[in-house]
Structure formats: structure tokens, C-alpha cells
């Protein structure tokens, strides 16, 4: 399955980040028979502010996870277990030879970016009519705005600035290459102003795609299943009387933005009476009412870096939910979406301080278990695998040497991702809404989970680093045995044990995981 994600502003970049996460982690989408299907992501992040920290840190992640993942299984998609066993590539990355396009994850706004928006619309090659209805429509500080830092909370300018979005060489390259059953998903805020206005103006235009004679597989376009996390107010920011970005907007605009959405985009309105139709398939809706720790209050010139949040974990998840609702519940006739779907989430505990137990039943079958795996292996790795060369497991064919700890795997692994993951983790854990899956404060692997506690009995031996190379041992005999690994398969072999032996080993040294 291909999935086309589009990540729109700031919160597009911020909910990616926990995605890449549970990614790592081994999470798929399920099928009807609840198993795993393999699965290709090609994120697409849309914000003409290039110079977001946010937008920075995600799309670090997706080059260092892009790179892991080319190392353990090369180019095939057919994997469904497994650390960073889903695929993530870039739009170039599926595009026939010869596309003139950037390999990255960032969608090309330089016509946009590049300007005041006063410049963008010609405001001074305006009429006098013109120019009062220009001023009339947008404040002085509007026209005046460099939207290089984004659209500074006014998707009034984001809704003329984004028109440009269909007429860019990325819109045609992924409107050629778009299959029927690929799937495309749109992640937006609806209290600011890049993504109130790119959500709306990203879906007319895939479903005005049956207009557009350029595009080869229009019709394919036009019907595509279409999913969307719409981020509801929820974080906090300094109060700055010099800001145009104020709280006490949010809610006021979230208001505008819902209406708008009912008539022309997550419902359809006609004559004064709604339809049961939509221009999206499955509708998702997050926020929080406990605000964020308060983030500096800043427009976009100083590179708006927010902590992680809890709501970001969640909204990543209806990414994952979208992909496993079956083919025949998200129809669309003629750029219109059947019987649409409509989610929003609840925790099972409504807790200020939250661990993974505090999810419901589904949230926490669907990803626990492998979320607490790749911790584990993360704290292994860290920890204690340098000591553990040279001895039982590593030993085996084909060996893990010294020589391994300097390859650029191992680098990127664990001086660039591994460092992103705790730093990400230290955040979630800090916020109003904490949200602390995993002891941060221990080396220890029988308190490394949060109000999951280990067995204990009088012959139940303690969970630590010696357990885990027993395990690990008797493991890579059993492989050895079946001849399982290549002979340069080094980096897969070594996640790959982890991932089998701390399946078996969590429900042995752990109660109620899940």
C-alpha cells in the first residue's frame, strides 16, 4: 500500500515527528484479519517557512530513517514486521528516470516563499478600486508579510498564496504518478493560517483533478480515497502584544474554519440543506483542552521550535487508522466521498501525567507492544551492546565487530536518530499534558516502563542486560540453524534478533504490557 502524506505547516511537520516514531517501532496499518500489510509512505511537506525548526527536526528524521531502512532492507516494500520496516521515500524516489525534480521531502514554494504578499498579488499595479478592496480584505501588517516565515495565523493570505499549489511541477509529477489504490492523507491545524488554508485547497484540487486534461489518470485522482487529521487547538503561547499570534484567537478562527469545512469539504451543503456526502473519506479530529506549557510566541522569523505533545502522538495514529479501514468503506462517485467517516479520540484515563496504559484497549493492543520493543532495543543498543562484543550472539555468522560501531549505519542509527528519539521523549515527558511512556532517569530494562511492572515470584529471574544476551543467544542458534542471515547482513541481523527475542521476552518478564 502507498500512502501520499501531505503535511501542511507547522503541526503538518510536528505530527509527522511521532509517526517516524511508531514507524520505527515496527507499527503497519492492519488488514481485516488484523496482520500487518506492508506499507510506503511519500511525505510531502507543504509550508513555504523552510526555516521552521520544527519542519528542520522532521525532516532530519525522514533522511536518517530513510537511510536506516535502505541499509536493513534495500529497496522492497513486501516487509511487514520489523524495526523501520515500512517504507518511506521521497516523491522523486517512485518517479519514472529522468524526473527533474529535488530528492526531498519538501514541497517547492518558491514562488511564494520568495515574496511580501503585497509583491505576490501586485498591489501596486492595482487599480485605486482595487487596491481599496485589496486593503479592505488584508490588514497592513498582512500585505506587508514576507511569507518566507508562513502565513503568520492568516489563512486569508494562505488561500490566495496556495493557488499556486496546482499549477507547481511536484502537484503534476504526483498527479501522473497517483495509482487507484494508492491512498492520500492531508495532516493540518485549523487555528493557524498554512494549514486552515492548504487543507481546503489541497483537496480541490485532487478532486477537480477530472478537469484538468494534463493529468493522465485523472479520474483515478478525482475518486482517490482521501483521509484527514484536522488539529484542534492545543498547545499554549506566550502572550506578546507586538505578536499577530495570539491564543485567545484560536478558537475564535478554529469556529470560522469548522463552519467553512462543513459546507465545502468534510460535508457539502446545497441549497440550504446538507448532504450526506464529502470530499473526504475519513474525517479525524484532535485537540486538548489542558494547554501546552506556554512556547515562545514567535511568527515564524525566529525558526518556531514547540516541544513534542501527546496530541501529536495521537493524531500520528489516525494515519495508521486510515490505512486499515478496508477498500469498500471509503468509496468516492465522482470526486464525492460515500457515506464519509467521521473519528474523534478519547483517552481512557484523563490524566495530567499519562503512560501508555492510559490509552484505550484499541490504542494500546495496536501499539504497545511495539513501541516498548523498540525501547528496549534502543537502551540495548545504548547501553550495553559495546560491551556485549565478542561474546555469545555476536559471534555467530555474520559477525557483529568492533569495526560495526564505526559504520555509517550504526552512526546514523545512533547518534542521529536514537539522540532525536530521547530528546523527543524528554520533551513529550515535560509538557503540561505529560505524557512519559518510558523511565527516562534508568538504565535498568525492568523499570524502563511506566506503570508496567515486572514478574516477580520465586522463580522469576529479574530482567537485565544478561537475560537479554541469554535470549538473544539462544536466538541466533535457532537462525544460524536456518541459515537466516546473508553474509553482509550485519545491521538487519542485529535488529532483527532484538525484535524476535523481546517479542518472546516482554510477555515472560512483564505483566500486562498491553
Same mark, same amino acid.
Given at each position: 500500500m502507498r500512502l501520499f502524506l501531505f503535511l501542511v505547516g507547522g503541526t503538518g511537520s %510536528?505530527?509527522?515527528?511521532?509517526l517516524v516514531m511508531q514507524l520505527a517501532a515496527g507499527?503497519?496499518?492492519?488488514? /481485516?484479519? *488484523?496482520?500487518?500489510?506492508?506499507?510506503?509512505?511519500?511525505?510531502?511537506?507543504?509550508?513555504?517557512? +523552510?526555516?521552521? /525548526?520544527?519542519?528542520k527536526r522532521t525532516d532530519n528524521l525522514l533522511r536518517w530513517y530513510k537511510q536506516i531502512r535502505q541499509s536493513l532492507y534495500g529497496d522492497t516494500v513486501d516487509v511487514t514486521r520489523g524495526f523501520f520496516s515500512a517504507k518511506i521515500s521521497t516523491l522523486s524516489d517512485i518517479l519514472p528516470n529522468g524526473s527533474n525534480l529535488s530528492d526531498t521531502f519538501l514541497f517547492n514554494m518558491g514562488a511564494v516563499e520568495s515574496k511580501k504578499f503585497q509583491d505576490f498579488i501586485s498591489y501596486s499595479t492595482l487599480d485605486t478600486a482595487n487596491q481599496a478592496l485589496a486593503s479592505m480584505m488584508f490588514s497592513s501588517y498582512q500585505l506587508d508579510t514576507k511569507m518566507d516565515i508562513g502565513f503568520v495565523g492568516s489563512p486569508n493570505i494562505g488561500s490566495v498564496a496556495l493557488n499556486e499549489f496546482k499549477d507547481s511541477e511536484e502537484f503534476r509529477q504526483f498527479s501522473n504518478v497517483f495509482q487507484k489504490n494508492d491512498r492520500i492523507f492531508i495532516v493540518s491545524s485549523i487555528f493557524g493560517g498554512t494549514g486552515a488554508a492548504g487543507y481546503p485547497i489541497i483537496v480541490k484540487n485532487i478532486r477537480n483533478a477530472g478537469n484538468n486534461t494534463m493529468i493522465n489518470n485523472r479520474g483515478d485522482l478525482r475518486d482517490a480515497r482521501i483521509g484527514a487529521l484536522t488539529v484542534l487547538p492545543y498547545f499554549n503561547v506566550q502572550q506578546d502584544e507586538n505578536s499577530p499570534i495570539s491564543r485567545a484567537d484560536f478558537i475564535s478562527k478554529t469556529k470560522s474554519a469548522l463552519f467553512y469545512y462543513h459546507d465545502n469539504l468534510t460535508g457539502l451543503r446545497q441549497g440550504g440543506v446538507d448532504l450526506p456526502l464529502s470530499k473526504i473519506n475519513a474525517c479525524y479530529y484532535v485537540g486538548d483542552e489542558v494547554p501546552s506549557n506556554p512556547y515562545y510566541n514567535d511568527p515564524g522569523g525566529n525558526g518556531q521550535r514547540n516541544?513534542?505533545?501527546?496530541? /501529536?502522538?495521537? *493524531?500520528?495514529? @489516525?494515519v495508521l487508522d486510515f490505512l486499515s479501514i478496508p477498500d469498500d468503506q471509503l468509496r468516492t462517485v465522482d470526486g464525492n466521498a460515500q457515506n464519509p467517516i467521521y473519528k474523534e479520540y478519547g483517552l481512557a484515563n484523563d490524566k495530567n501525567t499519562l &503512560?501508555? +496504559?492510559?490509552?484505550?484497549?484499541?490504542? %494500546? @493492543?495496536?501499539?504497545n507492544r511495539q513501541m516498548v520493543k523498540f525501547h528496549l532495543a534502543y537502551m540495548y543498543i545504548t547501553n550495553q551492546l559495546k560491551s556485549d562484543i565478542g561474546r555469545g550472539y555476536t559471534e555467530d555468522k555474520p559477525e557483529i565487530t568492533s569495526g560495526f560501531l564505526s559504520t555509517s549505519f550504526f552512526t546514523t542509527l545512533t547518534a542521529n536518530f536514537y539522540v532525536s528519539y530521547l530528546q523527543w521523549l524528554k520533551e513529550l515527558r515535560g509538557n503540561q499534558r505529560s505524557f512519559v511512556p518510558?523511565?527516562?532517569?534508568?538504565? &535498568?530494562? @525492568?523499570?524502563?516502563?511506566?506503570?508496567? #511492572?515486572?514478574?516477580?515470584?520465586?522463580?522469576? &529471574? #529479574?530482567?537485565?542486560? +544478561?537475560?537479554?544476551? &541469554? #535470549?538473544?543467544n539462544k536466538n541466533s542458534q535457532t537462525a544460524v540453524k536456518a541459515g537466516k542471515y546473508g553474509s553482509d547482513k550485519v545491521a538487519f541481523r542485529l535488529l532483527d534478533l532484538l525484535d524476535e527475542t523481546l517479542d518472546k521476552v516482554i510477555d515472560e518478564k512483564f505483566n500486562g504490557i498491553i
Open positions: %510536528r505530527v509527522m515527528r511521532p507499527i503497519h496499518p492492519l488488514n /481485516e484479519a *488484523g496482520q500487518p500489510v506492508p506499507l510506503e509512505i511519500v511525505p510531502i511537506i507543504v509550508d513555504p517557512h +523552510k526555516a521552521n /525548526e520544527d519542519l516541544d513534542a505533545h501527546v496530541v /501529536e502522538y495521537v *493524531g500520528a495514529l @489516525s &503512560s501508555l +496504559k492510559d490509552f484505550g484497549l484499541p490504542t %494500546r @493492543s495496536f501499539v518510558f523511565n527516562l532517569d534508568t538504565t &535498568s530494562l @525492568s523499570e524502563a516502563i511506566t506503570d508496567v #511492572a515486572p514478574k516477580t515470584g520465586f522463580f522469576k &529471574s #529479574a530482567f537485565d542486560y +544478561k537475560t537479554l544476551l &541469554s #535470549a538473544l
